[in-house]
């Protein structure tokens, strides 16, 4: 199992650009989450997808688009960048009301995604 | 709302010498706790997690946290670190009936020979 995957790694964008971050986990989890990570404030939550056809705003979701394309897939899309939004963005997933009680409550995350916006 | 504060920014350690990072949290409910890993460059990894039952939790690479209701804590620690210890360390909470994880500002642990 490859876990969680997000493309690209890293990205560039000049102010006003557009960009699609993609994220896809093959555990069958029915939950999935993008957050962004800036040093000393942890991580925030941008959007979330309880399950597969539902997405709701998180802590910080101004700026920012989701869609929950299917089980697997979840994108984050900038539509217009602005230097703010230079940071790291991690994608994560988990199964919180599943039978296994081993992982119950886990979140599994991506690599993350390291974009700059000048 | 819950919140979670790590009372340390950076740890600075030496190689064999123990650690303890220090966790609070507040919530109107109960709640479950959470401590993350990350390495540099590269996701999160869940290092140990309290759901319920005994209160000393221990998790993957030696290290163990204790939960403390009273005082709200949720404290980190390792008898011995590695330099292969050297990272960022998260403390995360849900509550009860939620899934959602609210995260703390991270603590850096520096390991030096």
């Known amino acids: 199992n490859a876990g969680v995957t997000q493309t690209p790694k890293f990205q560039v964008l000049k102010t006003g650009q557009s960009m699609t971050l993609q994220c896809a986990q093959d555990?069958?989890?029915?939950?999935m989450y993008w957050y962004r990570q800036d040093p000393g404030m942890g991580l925030r939550l941008i959007y979330y997808?309880?399950?597969?056809?539902?997405?709701d705003k998180g802590e910080v979701p101004n700026g920012y688009n989701v869609s929950r394309l299917n089980k697997r897939e979840f994108s984050l899309r900038l539509e217009s960048a602005a230097p703010s939004q230079t940071s790291v963005y991690f994608c994560?997933?988990?199964?919180?009301?599943?039978?296994?009680?081993?992982?119950?409550?886990?979140?599994?995350f991506g690599p993350g995604t390291r974009l700059t916006v000048t | 709302a819950q919140s979670v504060t790590q009372l340390d920014s950076q740890v600075p350690v030496f190689e064999e010498a123990p650690v303890e990072l220090r966790c609070n949290y507040s919530?109107?409910?109960?709640?479950?706790l959470f401590w993350y890993v990350q390495y540099p460059n590269q996701g999160l990894q869940l290092l140990l997690k309290y759901l319920s039952g005994s209160t000393l939790v221990k998790g993957i690479n030696g290290f163990e946290a204790e939960f403390n209701k009273s005082q709200t804590s949720f404290h980190l620690r390792k008898p011995s670190v590695h330099i292969s210890d050297t990272a960022e360390y998260f403390c995360?909470?849900?509550?009860?009936?939620?899934?959602?994880?609210?995260f703390g500002a991270g603590t850096t642990v520096t390991v030096r020979a």
């Open positions: 994560a997933s988990s199964d919180p009301y599943g039978l296994q009680s081993v992982t119950k409550r886990e979140q599994y």
């Open positions: 995360a909470v849900t509550p009860w009936g939620d899934y959602k994880l609210s």
């Open positions: 997808s309880a399950s597969e056809g539902t997405t």
């Open positions: 919530s109107s409910v109960s709640v479950y």
């Open positions: 555990m069958n989890h029915n939950s």
